[in-house]
Every structure is written in C-alpha cells, then in structure tokens.
C-alpha cells in the first residue's frame, strides 16, 4: 500500500529527513534546475518571502525512505496552485506510485479550497520534438494527464520559445469542478507562473505578451488525442433529447466522509470523476437531491441498527475513525456497552471505519437514491443516483465492504410501492446486503453477478444455491463467475440475468452499478473491457423499463472515467434509436 503524507516544515527532525531525500531525488532527476533544490527548506518554512505557499507531498515506504514527491506552490491571490515538480525516486518503477502522488495532491488541493491546478508538460508533436525517446515520454505524460480530464490549454502564445528547447505546454485541472476557466483567472494565473518560473530568464513584456494572447473566453483546451476511442469525449453541445431522458443525481455532502487511512480506497475524487465525465458528455441532465425522511430506511434497515450509526458517529472525534474489532458473533444478545467496541456487533469485517461524518454522508447517499426514484415516478426513463458511499454490502442490521446503508434496497424498497421491482447487481462482489435485506419477499426480484464468493469479498454469501426463503423462494439469483473473467464469459451471464429479470416483467429496474469488474481495478479481478461497459449499458436500456443506476463500487479513477462513459454512450444509443434519430 502507498502512503503519501505531507510535509510541514524541516522543523521536525522527521520532516527534516524526508525533506533531505526530496532534495536527493530532485537534484538526480532535475540536473539542470539543481540549485532549485537548496530553497525547498526556505521554501516551506518562510511561506511569505516567497509569496505563495508551498505544499510538499512525499511518498515513502514502511522505514521512511521517500519514494517520490510532489511540489506544488499555491497562489493565495487568485486561490489557484502550480503544479511545480512531481519526481519518482529514479531506481523506481511505476507501480502507481505517480497517480498516488497526483490524486494525494488533488486531494490535498481540494481540501484546501483551491480552485484549480496548472502544470506543464512538454509537448508531444513529432513536429517539435525530433528525439523517439523524449517523444514517447511526453506523450506518455500527456496521456497520463488525460486520464484525470486535464488537457493542454490552446490558442494561446504560451509555447512561445524562450530558447532552444520546445517549450511546454499549460495544462489545466479544475479539481472536478465543472464550470469553464474564464479568461480573466486564467491570464492572472499565467503572469503568476510566468513570473514564478522563469522571472530570471525572460523579460516582462515577454509575460505581458503571453498574458495579452489569452483571448478566448472562456479558454479553450485541446481535444483529448489518447483515450479517444475509448473515452471518446465528445466536447458536444448539451443534447436537449437526452437530458429529458436521463438525469444524474448527486449532492456534495460526500465529501465530508474522508478516511485518510490504511490505504482506504473508496474516495471522494470517484464521484467528482463520474460527474466530471458526464457534465462533458453533455448527455444527462442534473437535479439536486433532496432530503427525505428516515422512514423508508427504517422499513430497510433495523431501527435500532439505524440509532445505533447516528449515535455513535455524532460521539465520535474529529478525524478519528474507529475500525470495528470486537465481533460478538454467538452472543447475539449482548451488545458490548461502549459504543465504538459495539461497532463490531453491526459490522462483517474491519476494514469498514466509523467517523464523525460516516453517518451524515451515508444519510445524504439516501436521499441521493431516493430522490432518483422520485425523478423515475415523475417519468423520467433513466435516472443516475451518484452515491457515495455505496451500499450494498449493508444489510438489515449490519454494514460492511464501505457501505452503511443499502441505497439500491432503500429506493428498490420505496419503489415497491408502486408496482414490482428488480434489483440487478454487477458491481464485481456480491451484493450480500440487498440480498438480506429481500431475502423472503416475492415483489422484489434480486439478481446479483460477481466474483466467486470462494476467492472474492464478502466470501461468505453469493452462491447459486442461495435462491431465498419463503415468499421470497427463487426470487433471489447468484451468477457467481471465475476468478479472470473476460468479456464474453460476462455477457454470456448478463443475458441469462436479464432473462430472469425480463421472465420477471418489473415495473422499475434498479441497477446496482460498480465499475470494479473492469481490467485493472485494485478490489477486483475481471477483465471487462471498455467496450462491454457500454454493451452493458445498451442491454440494460433495451429492458425498456424506467432504470433507477445507483453508484456502487470502482476505484481506478481511470476505469471511473472511461466505464462511465462507455455506460452512457451504451444506453444513449439505445434511447435515440427510441426517439427515432438514430
Ligand atoms: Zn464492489
């Protein structure tokens, strides 16, 4: 597991070491800026003779040496920051250790208020660059940057050569928000950068001239050149059509539930790339989620299950997260009487944290799905209930798998009002909790597909012979699939899962939806490629009923960005050949 951490100040005899090692690995990777390395000591502990703040990341193993860092200096005046120098230790290779860096500093950043990131990069034309392995090196940077939504900025005197060598290329991330960069901010922050970069080198009326070719407003950025295919980002106008057919539903309370600890993947920057992706789509349209009352969740999850979470999150201290580590299995009529030991008696692993906004955030991810099941009764075909956290690892009275409450069950559970329901799960593991939680109902149908509970998380449930009880008999369906699979093993299944749920003619379709059964993802094991996302997307449209998505797992941004899109550019086909455009 990576660990990144920030360092304060050389102040600290162990702040002082790593500092010592940053400088290490800068002067051995950046030789022709090495004197840069003396100041970084000042840098961080004179913030204001410099007049901006430096924020250094390092990353490091178990006996502290440093592995690489990130050097970013934040602009207070315009709230916006540099992204200065990123450096990997150079005997090391790759091993994510770049993306842990760069998603920690937008984490940071983020955290911080900031309100983008620039950073520049060499350019990648065949044109400018003659030398293969420079070429293929920036490129290979300006894909990475890709990858997070971060492109060049265009149509500008910015790669205007100081000498010799090409120069860079500005690169711009807004930290996942969605509004444009306007000119005014972007010409403020490129006489910042300008000045802070190569004040010693060029003169003033080279950063005015600069600054002056800034004309587009708001600034334009180049189209994507490497995920192309597979992301495909068509920078379209919004499609009116569309939007009145799907609707994407998400709140920021999210955020506030941050665990920073033992490798914790389920992060905040996974919703900001989902509503990133499909802002520029252009596909869907949004709605604000809103609150809703507890009595849906109560019918859902045990009461005393419920005043148990409220309780002990609200007792909890501030960025301490108490994992669960008692589990009174066989008795389970004693519950431990201090609150943060009993978390055990409710939870199915220890990996699963409470803190103080655990409550909140999964209480917010509620109302999020119940008010796309609202969005569905008014007549909406398809509705997106961005959650986070997810839920359904969470059944009647426990949590687990960073779940606390089951938002597909929840809102299956309100829809079931109406007329039946179907609850079909494809994120990569089982979903155990809404199995649980409509265990002996007949009016709600859940299927699940994921990874052989015999090698894959929960482990303990998601087998074939687990069809229900009572009413509920042959109204629960597991396809469990081997450890790697690929795309047509996949298919195969979901076609055989939507028979079932066709045999079944529900009213309304909830989609448990994880991302995690692509190729690559760190929790998961299949090998879906991009382009099963989007049959997958097409499939579940062509069900022809109102379809509730709600957010499960994931965790490769990557995957993130490019299943999203793939998923929606799937169920978009489907729904224009129904408008008849197609
Ligand atoms: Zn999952």
């Given at each position: 597991m990576i660990s990144v951490r920030r360092v304060y100040s050389g102040a600290l005899a162990r702040d002082a070491d790593k500092i010592r090692q940053v400088q290490e690995i800068f002067r051995s990777t950046f030789g022709e800026v090495a004197?840069?390395?003396?100041?970084i000591p000042d840098m961080l502990d004179k913030p204001f003779s410099f007049g901006y703040r430096t924020i250094l990341l390092t990353s490091q193993t178990a006996d502290r040496k440093v592995t690489g860092f990130s050097l970013i200096l934040h602009f207070p005046e315009i709230n916006s920051s540099l992204l200065d120098f990123i450096a990997i230790r150079p005997q090391i290779k790759g091993g994510g250790l770049g993306s842990a860096l760069y998603e920690a500093s937008r984490d940071m950043l983020q955290r911080l208020g900031s309100r983008g990131l620039y950073l520049e990069a060499l350019p990648d034309d065949p044109s400018i660059v003659k030398d293969p392995a420079l070429l293929k090196e920036n490129r290979r940077r300006l894909k990475f940057y890709e990858y997070y939504g971060v492109y060049p900025i265009i149509g500008t005197a910015y790669e205007t050569p100081i000498g010799d060598s090409p120069a860079p290329h500005l690169l711009f991330d807004?930290?996942?928000?969605v509004q444009p960069l306007n000119r005014r901010d972007c010409r403020a922050a490129v006489r910042l950068i300008l000045r802070r970069k190569y004040g010693d080198i060029v003169s003033q009326e080279y950063i005015e001239m600069v600054v002056r070719s800034i004309k587009d407003d708001p600034v334009r950025f180049r189209e994507p050149r490497y995920n192309r295919v597979e992301t495909s980002r068509p920078r379209v106008f919004p499609d009116e059509r569309l939007q009145r057919e799907m609707v994407l539903i998400s709140s920021?309370?999210?955020?506030?539930?941050h665990v920073r600890e033992?490798?914790?993947?389920?992060?905040p920057a996974r919703v900001e790339v989902l509503e990133q992706v499909l802002a520029e789509m252009g596909m869907v349209d949004r709605a604000v989620p809103k609150s809703h009352g507890g009595k849906v969740l109560r019918e859902v999850h045990d009461p005393d299950f419920v005043t148990y979470l409220k309780t002990v999150c609200e007792k909890l201290a501030p960025n301490r997260p108490v994992y669960p580590y008692v589990f009174p299995v066989r008795r389970p009529e004693r519950k431990p009487r201090e609150l943060a030991v009993r978390a055990g008696y409710y939870c199915i692993d220890t990996f699963t944290p409470l803190d103080q906004n655990a409550y909140r955030a999964a209480r917010a991810a509620v109302d999020v799905a119940l008010s796309g099941a609202e969005e569905l009764l008014d007549g909406r075909p398809v509705a997106y209930a961005l959650c986070r956290p997810p839920g359904h690892h969470a059944g009647r009275r426990v949590f687990g798998g960073f779940c606390y409450f089951n938002n597909a069950a929840v809102v299956a559970q309100a829809l079931s009002r109406e007329g039946k329901v179907a609850v079909l799960d494809i994120d990569f593991h089982h979903g155990n909790g809404t199995q649980d939680i409509f265990w002996t109902r007949s009016d709600v149908l859940t299927v699940s597909i994921h990874g052989n509970p015999n090698y894959a998380y929960p482990y303990f449930s998601g087998f074939t012979d687990e069809i229900g009880e009572g009413f509920g008999r042959g109204y629960n369906r597991n396809f469990p699939l081997p450890e790697n699979a690929g795309d047509e093993r996949y298919l195969d299944t979901l076609d055989r899962a939507l028979e079932v749920v066709g045999r079944f003619k529900p009213t309304f379709v909830v989609l448990a939806l994880g991302?995690?059964?692509?190729?690559?993802?760190?929790t998961g094991s299949f090998a879906l490629s991009v382009r099963t996302m989007q049959t997958i997307g097409s499939r579940l449209a062509s069900l022809g009923r109102p379809l509730l998505i709600v957010q499960e797992g994931g965790y490769s941004l990557r995957n993130l960005r490019r299943g999203c899109a793939a998923f929606f550019r799937g169920i978009s086909r489907v729904l224009l050949r129904g408008l008849g455009t197609v």
């Open positions: 004197s840069y390395a003396d100041k807004p930290l996942g928000r920021p309370v999210h955020r506030i539930h033992r490798g914790y993947v389920q992060r991302y995690d059964t692509m190729a690559g993802d760190p």
